[in-house]
């Protein structure tokens, strides 16, 4: 029987070959951001470090379930799995594991970027609102579990397969649209955060638009969840689950694989301080609160003092 199961995988790759492809690009690149966040964040690390440490291994972990289903049989067409013995049981059990490590990582990646805000400031009104996100974007994050689990126990037929007759789990498209929905309100909450943080304060206006930009940078997320989503509802229509499914699965982790990366570009803005060009956290500390910001490199604190010495030497006696 194992010949033939590993017979019947070799027969047609599907879209298996795509779906380990992007994963494997989603787990390098997650793993480069790690290793570059950790470097410029070298022996400076906060709680929103911790968070986004964290957010990484359910990440790590979620890379590997996937690639579990693949080896099962994920991306595969249908008329090949219903050969297998007990892979749509696997599948099930890994689709399961595989969604709510999903969430629960792209939730904890946004609590990051939150935690980072709240070093930013020590003004009542912004960090109330700060903290109002963070308890948003945790009740997202149980509500979506309990979305994908309550009332669902698939055993005969594959869970991606949403419009089947047998299906287990009653209304999975109006599940995942409001799974969808509340990602993108947070999304949104998150895009608005460095706005409401920068209006009111006596700083250039170019230098606003730099500090809101960088958060702005994570905006494709929304386009990812939108892409995610339709193909969500391409399942309604397929011909074959497997395949769709593994697109679904292509979204998610390209999603949280970009996610994870907005939360760490915060933190690159060290690096511009280091090279002493004045930008991102370095005003902001000096307006909201210098002994709780982001100290600067020693790189940076030793151009600065060399500037300073240049321009003493200079000045006319």
């Known amino acids: 029987m194992a010949d033939h199961d590993e017979e019947a ?3 047609g790759p599907g879209r298996a070959a ?5 994963i494997s690009l989603c787990l390098c690149y997650t793993l480069c951001v790690a290793c570059l966040r950790g470097y410029i964040r070298w022996r400076a690390f906060s709680l929103d470090d911790l968070i986004v440490l964290l957010s990484g291994v359910l990440a790590l972990s979620f890379f590997g379930v996937v690639f579990a289903s693949i080896s099962t049989g994920l991306g595969r067409p249908m008329t090949e799995l219903a050969t297998l013995s007990s892979a749509i049981e696997k599948l099930n059990n890994y689709a399961t594991a595989g969604n709510i490590l999903w969430v629960i ?7 990051a970027i939150v935690a980072m805000l709240l070093r930013t ?7 109330r609102f700060q903290y109002g996100v963070s308890a948003i974007i945790v009740a997202q994050c149980l509500t979506s579990v309990l979305l994908l689990n309550v009332d669902c126990s698939v055993h005969h037929v594959l869970a991606w397969d949403i419009t089947s007759a047998h299906s287990e789990c009653a209304q999975s498209e109006r599940r995942w649209i409001a799974l969808t929905a509340l990602d993108v309100m947070t999304e949104v909450l998150l895009l608005f955060l460095p706005i409401q943080l920068v209006w009111g304060l006596r700083m250039a206006f170019r230098t606003k638009l730099i500090v809101i930009s960088s958060f702005w940078l994570r905006l494709p997320t929304l386009i ?5 989503q339709n193909e969500i509802h391409q399942l309604t229509t397929t011909s074959d689950v497997s395949l769709t499914a593994a697109t679904v699965v292509i979204w998610q982790a390209v999603e949280l694989s970009y996610s994870l990366a907005a939360a760490t570009l915060a933190a690159l803005k060290r690096f511009t301080e280091s090279l002493n060009t004045g930008f991102g956290h370095g005003e902001l500390m000096r307006i909201h609160a210098p002994s709780q910001g982001y100290k600067l490199s020693g790189r940076g604190v030793a ?5 300073a010495s240049r321009k003493q030497a200079s000045a006319p006696i």
């Not at 990812?224 to 995610?228: K, M, V, Y």
């Not at 151009?303 to 500037?307: P, Q, R």
């Open 303 to 307: 151009s600065g003092k060399a500037k």
């Open 9 to 11: 995988i070799a027969r």
């Open 18 to 22: 795509t779906l380990k492809f992007t």
């Open 224 to 228: 990812f969840s939108a892409l995610r």
């Open 121 to 127: 400031t020590q003004t009542r009104f912004h960090r």
């Open 105 to 111: 990582s792209l939730c904890v990646s946004k609590i």
